[in-house]
């Protein structure tokens, strides 16, 4: 999961804190720092995509809106149709799961041949549980086997994501030119996906400093100079 830098509320002109009549409203300012990409399963999309509440604005219980929550820019993300309906209204605790911008989150988790998407294996327990957490909340780990639903394309694109990416680092071994470096980053961009096109050009350092720079808003401090990931200062991996 990329990890993203949302930034500081949005101000005005004179520096006073813009206030959102309405949440949607902050849906542009945060695709211009972050991209068009859900944080969670970082599939590209334009108009599909929403301002999605890490707390939920209306647990489960509540007879009204939790105005703090709803307008907190602190608790915005981006996300799709897949990744809002699965997560829904559950209530959170923010400390049990990952979140892409408080946490290394392309640390945590694993992406491999298939599109599948598991905890890391190389972290601690703790972390590998709230990683589950997190993918359970979200249903990353949802298939075709698990969840036949035809209208959750996430694995099927992530899959297909990863056989891009495959080729195409097969196609820079043949042709290593800048050109094809900025094909295949184009590429990426035009298909999202970020960590799996990290995940099958891990032995590139290029490569991923490419990456990491063509994508907006990702955590450069969470790598190091060959794109290896590194502790998040604040966070917990
Ligand atoms: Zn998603």
């Not at 981006?78 to 979140?99: F, H, I, M, P, R």
């Not at 599948?116 to 190389?122: G, Y």
């Not at 359970?136 to 990416?165: C, F, V």
């Amino acid at each position: 999961m990329r990890p993203v830098v949302r930034g500081t509320r949005p101000v005005d002109e004179e520096g006073n804190d813009i206030q959102f009549a309405e949440y949607q409203q902050a849906r542009g300012e945060l695709i211009r720092r972050m991209g068009q990409y859900c944080s969670y399963c970082e599939m590209k999309l334009d108009s599909a995509l929403s301002v999605e509440h890490k707390r939920p604005i209306k647990p489960p219980g509540a007879a009204t809106d939790d105005l703090e929550r709803k307008f907190d820019w602190n608790n915005f993300l981006l996300a799709c149709v897949n990744c809002n309906s699965t997560k829904g209204n559950t209530e959170v605790q923010l400390g049990d799961y990952l979140w892409p911008d408080s946490e290394n989150t392309f640390r945590s988790f694993r992406y491999s041949e298939g599109g599948l998407i598991d905890p890391a294996l190389e972290i601690e327990l703790d972390l590998r549980l709230k990683a589950q957490n997190t993918i359970e909340l979200t249903g990353l780990h949802k298939q075709p086997l698990n969840n036949p639903t035809a209208s959750d394309r996430r694995w099927r694109n992530r899959r297909e994501a990863w056989d891009i990416a495959q080729r195409s680092r097969q196609n820079l071994a043949q042709c290593n030119t800048s050109l094809m470096k900025d094909q295949i980053i184009d590429t990426a961009e035009a298909k999202g996906y970020w960590s799996v096109w990290m995940t099958v050009f891990e032995d590139n350092p290029d490569m991923r400093r490419r990456l990491i720079c063509a994508f907006p808003g990702t955590c450069p401090d969470c790598f190091d100079s060959d794109g290896n990931p590194v502790a998040r200062l604040g966070g917990q991996c």
